[in-house]
């Protein structure tokens, strides 16, 4: 693999001294390097925090809406920061690398690590090629810092492409800084971080990398906090995103293998939950069953942290998160075997036939207050219920366009009640705040059968039974 050296010992200082941006101006000017969800978030909100930014991409539609004030994706407050900063000037987009690498001080790189085709590996190809085409046009001393989610490994690994394509005597170097935005709370996420994580290898290196977070320190001071730094390797900094999307993906499996028992134990597993949550060892985050998790980072970080490992000798370390995904992909088939038991359908060895049934589903997206549909639970539950024969009628508020792209063989309705209307049987399956509010007795007057699926636990049993509904929740009695 491209990632197997050795990296260098760590020596940097805690807290090193700042210095002066390479390029002369009065704070570090900064590039970020993929402008997908994770860059052209840190762009706009750094940018926000009073850095010059340009964010960079080889999809010029992409660049082209950026820089027309559109966000390509949904995340809150996100549109309105673009625009802002767009006018003042503080903020650019561009595709050409060799306008970034004659602006920037500090090059952020952004780009996606999918899943390979091949195998359970992270593809760094976009890695490779951002590092490659960067470090050759470098005209001055810069530093290039990863944030990107990536195999341990790989930080050397780009140290040793921009030694092979930067010119020698600008003494290019390279830092890690691992992201950590939650979709439908990135902004946050980044202008209020939980904690930063630097892993660098010079004083020079950690002085630019804390000059081009100095504005993430200010606001904190003004708001009188304090932003938790954790100084480290390599190594260290590449597996904390990894670790951490590990341990919230055993937390929601957990939940959901409870779940399960409550079901056969006629126990309440929302009780189960806020019982074992008041204990401060396990605290109450991430304990809501479920339809199980999905997205664009857990499942994929969880498959390549166990191919890594295996790499380096540690499978067996992580055999538990094979176990974890198992359990995150039987919960949407419970689903699945659920509606055939509540419509009177045998699940025979090839499954339920739903023939003839219209079932509304409601949400698309893995999670609410996104329009993010990768790997989403719901939309795979949805051609589930498809395959099986049924008429399946979807509405979410803001992942219509993705989830009819990812799959355009079930109808999408307009609307909350256009969905449920003449529906049999009606499915949860985001926790969006419109359908958590919903008013029960306005949709039965809708639906030609009052049963619900709570496939996310959002929905009040006792409201929605008071209005006549057959409440079905997952691992509820």
């Avoid at 602006?103 to 590092?131: K, M, N, W």
């Avoid at 040793?160 to 003494?171: M, R, S």
């Avoid at 974890?324 to 045998?346: F, G, S, W």
Wanted: charged share 20%; net charge negative; proline share 6%.
């Amino acid at each position: 693999m491209p990632y197997s050296a050795t990296p260098a010992p760590f020596s940097s200082p805690a807290v090193p001294e700042v210095v002066a941006p390479p390029s002369g101006a009065a704070k570090p000017r900064l590039t970020f390097i993929g402008t997908g969800y994770l860059g052209a978030t840190y762009a706009i909100c750094f940018a926000e925090l009073g850095y010059e930014v340009l964010g960079v991409d080889v999809d010029a539609d992409k660049i082209a809406r950026l820089s027309a004030g559109e966000v390509p994706f949904h995340e809150p407050g996100l549109d309105e920061l673009l625009r802002q900063n767009l006018a003042s000037g503080r903020l650019r987009f561009g595709t050409s690398f060799e306008q970034a690498a004659q602006f920037g001080d500090v090059h952020f790189i952004c780009v996606g690590t999918p899943q390979r085709d091949d195998g359970l590996s992270a593809d760094l190809s976009y890695v490779e090629q951002a590092v490659t085409a960067l470090a050759g046009a470098l005209p001055r001393k810069a530093l290039i810092v990863g944030k990107s989610t990536v195999p341990a490994g790989t930080a050397t690994w780009v140290q040793q492409l921009v030694g092979k394509h930067a010119d020698p005597e600008l003494a290019v170097e390279v830092a890690w800084a691992p992201e950590f935005l939650q979709e439908g709370h990135a902004v946050e996420d980044v202008l209020r971080p939980s904690r930063l994580v630097l892993a660098y290898q010079t004083s020079w290196a950690g002085g630019l990398l804390y000059a081009a977070h100095k504005g993430v320190f200010e606001l904190a001071a003004t708001e009188d906090r304090e932003v938790p730094v954790v100084t480290c390797d390599f190594a260290t900094a590449e597996l904390v995103k990894v670790a951490a999307n590990s341990f919230l993906a055993t937390k929601i499996s957990f939940i959901n293998a409870m779940s399960e028992v409550c079901e056969v134990a006629g126990a309440d597993v929302t009780l189960l939950a806020r019982a074992i949550g008041y204990d401060p060892r396990i605290g109450q985050r991430y304990l809501q069953a479920g339809v199980g998790f999905g997205g664009g980072c857990l499942p994929k970080d969880i498959r390549a942290f166990q191919a890594r490992a295996q790499e380096l000798g540690a499978g067996e370390s992580l055999r538990f998160l094979h176990e974890v995904e198992l359990i995150n992909l039987r919960r949407r088939t419970r689903v699945l075997k659920l509606a055939a038991q509540l419509l009177d359908r045998p699940f025979g060895p090839a499954g339920p036939d739903l023939s003839g049934i219209r079932i509304a589903v409601l949400g698309a997206t893995f999670k609410p207050n996104t329009d993010d549909v990768r790997d989403a639970p719901a939309l795979a539950v949805t051609a589930m219920l498809h395959k099986a024969g049924a008429e399946v009628r979807v509405y979410d508020p803001q992942g219509m366009d993705n989830a009819r792209a990812a799959l355009p063989e079930v109808s999408y309705q307009p609307s909350l009640a256009a969905a449920v209307a003449d529906a049999a049987l009606v499915c949860v399956l985001t926790e969006w705040t419109e359908f958590r509010n919903a008013d029960p007795t306005a949709l039965g007057h809708l639906a030609t059968s009052r049963v619900v699926i709570d496939g996310r636990n959002c929905l009040d049993p006792a409201l929605w039974t008071a209005a006549g509904w057959e409440y079905h929740g997952m691992g509820r009695p």
